[in-house]
């Protein structure tokens, strides 16, 4: 459902519901309680809901500030994970540029096949949350197998088979690490604490008694507003290959490997 969301409906969209829906459930919520117990206008209790709200609020936004900046982390070092693959790719594409014209050729067109199997394959399984390893298998065989027939001739070859078959090994290990990426999610337990705790702090300010009512309104909506968007971040940033925020391909396009987009 949540991949669903990210993928059909930009992050524009899913702000205006999420902390508006968010606001519009804390207000509807004030005012209603506060028909219906009237004293509470008075600010009776207002010590002891202070004391729980100021001590529930602490830990939430402790909780809070844990989940969004380890999902901003993942998302960084997800990029970063992208960014990699395609460098290596690139410069495996730039060393077989040393090798005889048939092995030149057919690395390239392996390297060229990974390239689009990552960007056209791929990545559309990963915005879906169901990456595979068989899209992107065959061609990275090719080009183990291109590289294990060949026997380099001179020094000069041997520097760049050698640095071939290193950036060839970074780009599998590179590769594994990005699906596991678009596989990972927000724990279970993290994601009830995260929502659950929204459930819990949300009413806490309905009990928190003041004789304006604008006033009141305007204290429960900024509450309301900054959990909301607090929540949202949480939502778009917990799948790093989904949504407005995803990981972006354009690395797989540039550079040395553009060519294999243009012909």
């Known amino acids: 459902m949540s991949l669903w ?12 519901v999420a902390v508006g829906g968010t606001i519009l459930f804390a207000v509807t919520g004030s005012l209603l309680l506060r028909r219906r117990y009237p004293s509470l206008a008075g ?8 004391v729980t709200l ?5 830990i939430y936004g402790i909780i809070l500030a844990f989940v969004i900046v ?3 982390t ?9 960014a990699s693959e395609a460098t290596d790719t690139a410069l495996i594409a730039r060393d077989a540029a040393a090798f005889p014209d048939p092995v030149r050729a057919r690395l390239d067109a392996a390297m060229s096949g990974y390239v689009h199997a990552v960007v056209e394959d791929q990545w559309p399984r990963m915005r879906a949350g169901n990456p595979s390893y068989e899209a992107t298998e065959a061609h990275l065989q090719d080009a183990f197998r291109v590289l294990q027939e060949y026997n380099p001739q001179g020094q000069a070859e041997q520097v760049f088979y050698e640095q071939a078959v290193d950036h060839l090994n970074d780009v599998a290990s590179q590769r594994r690490a990005r699906i596991t990426m678009a596989r990972q999610e927000l724990p279970p337990l993290l994601q009830a604490l995260a929502f659950g ?5 949300i009413p806490l300010t309905f009990l928190y008694g003041l004789r304006k009512l604008r006033v009141q309104v305007l204290f429960v909506a900024s509450v309301a507003g900054l959990v909301g968007f607090s929540l949202l971040l949480v ?4 799948r790093p290959f989904s949504g407005d925020l995803s990981v972006s391909p ?3 396009r540039e550079g040395a490997l553009s060519r294999y987009w243009t012909r």
């Open 5 to 16: 969301l990210l993928n059909n409906f930009s992050t524009f969209t899913l702000a205006v």
């Open 70 to 72: 380890t999902l901003w």
């Open 235 to 238: 939502f778009v940033l917990d």
């Open 74 to 82: 993942q998302l960084e070092a997800t990029q970063t994970i992208v």
């Open 43 to 50: 600010g009776e209790h207002n010590d002891m809901v202070g």
């Open 250 to 252: 354009a690395p797989y």
């Open 197 to 201: 705790g929204a459930l819990v702090l």
């Open 54 to 58: 100021g001590m529930f609020g602490a």
